[in-house]
């Protein structure tokens, strides 16, 4: 029995996953278990930031592993007071709660905002606005608050979900707002919803709107954030900042490690007793955060990002409007999207066959969230793959 036909009697099957058994990497290549070589530009779900093989990112996990990886949150470790100092100066906040991923810190963020209106007033059935065509994650908590009835159905009671609002329409998240609502919860650059940044006066508004009804903002950045927006959090170039901000994915470029991070306003929310983890902050996973954040300010990582990312703007411009296939071309930097006119999963599977990693956002969205220490020849080889793939699908749909 072959791996594949392992995989498919051992494993649940919770995803359709490509026939392809990913075995090493080096720099922004995988290679599979039979040799062939893959051009990564999902980066693991845009997590693996620094790519493949960083030497100090591997060195720091193994000094750690020779020291301790785990002692339970009975006790401080030194990595995580470190890590966390790091993550509060990066974001300008002023408390952090490790996780173990994304979805974990959507939930502690949750739990902050439904706390901190709880102690103003206990006697309210609080509630939340997201946005539609958000995703926040698969437990119930974040599911309640993922704008997408597709992963609630079987899941979730409608009373249980958030009321959504439409992305970008401020006035429709105003209309919203009652004195039940406790927070309001948006990515600041949609991801899985198709690749959508906020628009300035949709995200100053909903931090205006927040101060006005004393409600607590979260931003989800667990995929944009970590400088793929070309700053280290992509509301800096907002000029607002959250009541709670929750990151993940490259905050441990593959170590499986979240966060919630608080403003002063509701740092306080949460008390001993309130919120807990087994596991989140351990040193492990803290020293990967830590070297993550040393790795990105010696090797000018968001300076590099915001160069190679007008590159990969350029590029993907261009192929756009050569191609009667694509619609429109979205995002930021190192977070892109290319909207087509017709399902994208073929095509992915034409480029994972000549070498190409790509993923999905949605039935016909393509996503490019590379690993940030991409080249401008690696856009040029990504984009070459893609035109060669994209001219074969087109003769495909004109049978």
């Known amino acids: 029995m072959d791996q594949l036909q392992q995989a498919e009697q051992v494993m649940l099957k919770t995803y359709n996953r490509f026939p392809v058994v990913l075995d090493r990497g080096e720099g922004v290549f995988l290679y599979d278990t039979d040799g062939k070589k893959y051009l990564d530009f999902g980066a693991g779900i845009a997590v693996c930031a620094l790519g493949y093989g960083n030497e100090a990112y591997k060195n720091a996990l193994k000094d750690q592993i020779d020291r301790l990886t785990h002692t339970s949150n009975l006790y401080y470790n030194a990595p995580a007071i470190e890590a966390a100092q790091k993550l509060l100066d990066a974001s300008g906040l002023d408390k952090v709660f490790f996780t173990n ?7 502690g963020a949750l739990k902050v905002a439904l706390k901190y209106a ?26 309640s608050v993922t704008g997408n009835p597709h992963y609630q159905e079987a899941f979730l009671r409608k009373d249980f979900c958030a009321v ?28 899985e919803g198709g690749i959508h940044p906020a628009e300035p006066e949709f995200i ?19 995929q944009c954030g970590m400088g793929r927006s070309g700053t280290m959090f992509a ?14 994915k490259a905050l441990g ?27 989140g902050g351990n040193p492990l996973a803290a020293a990967a955060v830590s070297a993550v954040f040393d ?18 703007t350029e590029k993907l411009e261009e192929l756009a409007q050569a191609s009667p296939l694509i619609k429109e071309r979205r995002g930021i930097h190192l977070i892109q999207g290319l909207e087509f006119t017709i399902p994208v999963a073929p095509l992915i599977r034409k480029c994972l066959e000549h070498g190409l990693i790509l993923i999905s956002a949605g039935t016909n969205v393509i996503r490019f969230v590379p690993p940030l220490v991409i080249t401008k020849e690696d856009v040029d080889s990504m984009i070459r793959i893609l035109e060669c ?11």
Request: aromatic share 8%.
């Open 101 to 107: 991923s994304g979805t974990e810190a959507v939930e």
């Open 118 to 143: 709880y102690n103003k007033d206990p006697n309210k059935d609080y509630q939340f606005i997201a946005m539609k065509q958000s995703f926040h994650g698969r437990s119930l908590g974040s599911l």
């Open 164 to 191: 959504l609002a439409d992305y970008n329409d401020l006035s429709d998240v105003e209309a919203k707002i009652t004195d039940t609502t406790c927070g309001i919860i948006l990515e600041t650059i949609q991801g």
């Open 204 to 222: 100053r508004g909903i931090r205006k709107l927040c101060d006005e009804h004393d409600i607590v903002m979260i931003l989800d950045e667990i």
């Open 235 to 248: 509301y800096e170039q907002y000029g607002v900042k959250p009541d709670v901000l929750t990151c993940a």
């Open 253 to 279: 470029c593959g170590v499986p490690v979240g966060a919630f991070v608080t403003a002063e306003k509701c740092s306080s929310a949460l008390v001993p007793g309130d919120h807990g983890t087994t596991y």
């Open 295 to 312: 790795i990105y300010r010696e090797q000018h990582l968001v300076e590099h990002v915001r160069e190679v990312g007008a590159y990969l």
């Open 389 to 399: 793939c994209l001219k074969e699908e087109a003769i495909e749909n004109k049978k």
